[in-house]
C-alpha cells in the first residue's frame, strides 16, 4: 500500500505562486510515475503534469505549460508541483497520484493505482 499526502495549498492572489508538494510511503517511490491532477468547482479531475520515475521526463496540460512545473526528489520520495502565474480558473482541489505502471506516456487518470486526499487551492482575483 502507497500512501500520498499532499501538502502546500492555500489562499493566493492572482498573478501569485504556489508550490505543492505529495510525500510518498514506500520504498519503491522511485519506480512509480507520479501525476498532479485537479478537480475546478463544478468540473470532472483533469490531467495537470506527469514525471517519470526517475525524472528524466516530464510533461504537462496546455492549460498550465509554461506555468506549472513538476519535479521529484526520490530521496526524500517526493513530487512538487510549482505554480507561477496563478489565475482564478486554477482554484481547484489538486490530487496527487502515482502510476505503476502507464500504457501510455502521460499515463491516463484509469492508470493510477493511488491517489492522495487532496490540497485545496484558491486563487482570488
Known amino acids: 500500500q502507497v500512501q500520498l499526502v499532499e501538502s502546500g495549498g492555500g489562499l493566493v492572489q492572482a498573478g501569485g505562486s504556489l508550490r505543492l508538494s505529495c510525500a510518498a510511503s514506500?520504498?519503491?517511490?522511485?519506480?512509480?510515475?507520479m501525476g498532479w491532477f485537479r478537480q475546478r468547482p463544478g468540473k470532472e479531475r483533469e490531467y495537470v503534469a506527469a514525471v517519470t520515475g526517475s525524472g528524466a521526463l516530464t510533461d504537462s496540460a496546455d492549460s498550465v505549460k509554461g506555468r506549472f512545473t513538476i519535479s521529484r526528489d526520490n530521496e526524500k520520495n517526493t513530487v512538487a508541483l510549482q505554480m507561477n502565474n496563478l489565475n482564478p480558473e486554477d482554484t481547484a482541489v489538486y490530487y496527487c497520484a502515482a502510476a505503476w505502471r502507464g500504457r501510455v506516456w502521460p499515463p491516463t487518470g484509469d492508470e493510477y493505482d493511488y491517489w492522495g486526499q487532496g490540497t485545496q487551492v484558491t486563487v482570488s482575483s
Open positions: 514506500g520504498r519503491t517511490f522511485y519506480r512509480y510515475i
